[in-house]
Nanobody, 121 residues
Framework: QVQLVESGGGLVQPGGSLRPSCAASGSIFSIAAMGWYRQAPGKERELVESATSTYVPNYADSAKGRFTISRDNAKNTVWLQMNSLKPEDTAVYYC???????????????WGQGTQVTVSS
């Protein structure tokens, strides 16, 4: 009943920018942390950047100074502004959210289907 739908990935040259988005829909009471992970071929999924419901960010060292997360709680949507992209940023980017579906439940992690980001000349 809860869905995370991502958009905005694609192919970009080194040094370029992308701004993928993720919208959560369905039976949602509240969302705690919401953000982005990525998984490159042959590697484990890793945190890129996430934000709490009060907009406190949590990010990987690889994102520092280049990526910025923004969040609209009213729209249950999060964006990831990615600048100065490098070939090593190539991965499938997954939206993640800890969602509470009603007042009696604890937050449960949900994942989007993933969006491919390829950085190549």
């Amino acid at each position: 009943q809860v869905q995370l739908v991502e958009s905005g990935g694609g192919l970009v040259q080194p040094g370029g920018s992308l701004r993928p988005s993720c919208a959560a829909s369905g039976s949602i009471f509240s969302i705690a942390a919401m953000g982005w992970y990525r998984q490159a071929p042959g590697k484990e999924r890793e945190l890129v950047e996430s934000a709490t419901s009060t907009y406190v960010p949590n990010y990987a060292d690889s994102a520092k100074g280049r990526f910025t997360i923004s969040r609209d709680n009213a729209k249950n949507t999060v964006w990831l502004q990615m600048n100065s992209l490098k070939p090593e940023d190539t991965a499938v980017y997954y939206c993640h959210a800890d969602i509470q579906v009603d007042v009696f439940s604890s937050p449960i992690p949900y994942w989007g289907q993933g969006t491919q980001v390829t950085v190549s000349s």
